[in-house]
């Protein structure tokens, strides 16, 4: 059973950073992708980065040179560095992972419980 933990959310002006961590723990894979998606209020959820098992990443656009995601598989976590945040950042994120390489931000099944990043 596979479990994600998500921590690191909090409140914060525009323009500084945030780091969320997210332990995963009990899969098996060997080819494996972790993402971060998030929510906003009223809007759908997107997905924001992704890296896979063997390291390749994807960003969606508005966060690409701000975002920077990264695995360290001997802690069995992911992280999403955050830099110059903006109000529109603000959503609740959400780690997720899937057993097969990046292809695209479909597919997740397993999913942490999410955690507030509220810009101001």
């Known amino acids: 059973h596979v479990q994600l933990v998500e921590s690191g959310g909090g409140s914060v002006q525009a323009g500084r950073s945030l780091r969320l961590s997210c332990a995963a723990s009990?899969?098996?894979?060997?080819?494996?992708?972790m993402g971060w998606f998030r929510q906003a209020p009223g809007k759908e959820r997107e997905g924001v980065a992704a890296?896979?098992?063997?390291?390749?990443?994807s960003y969606v656009d508005s966060v690409k040179g701000r975002f920077t995601i990264s695995l360290d598989k001997a802690k069995n976590t992911v992280y999403l560095e955050m830099n110059s945040l903006k109000p529109e950042d603000t959503a609740v994120y959400y780690c997720?992972?899937?057993?097969?390489?990046?292809?695209?931000?479909?597919?997740?099944?397993?999913w942490g419980q999410g955690t507030q990043v509220t810009v101001s």
């Open positions: 009990g899969y098996t894979y060997s080819v494996y992708c």
């Open positions: 997720a992972q899937k057993g097969s390489y990046i292809s695209d931000y479909g597919g997740f099944g397993y």
């Open positions: 890296i896979d098992s063997d390291g390749s990443t």
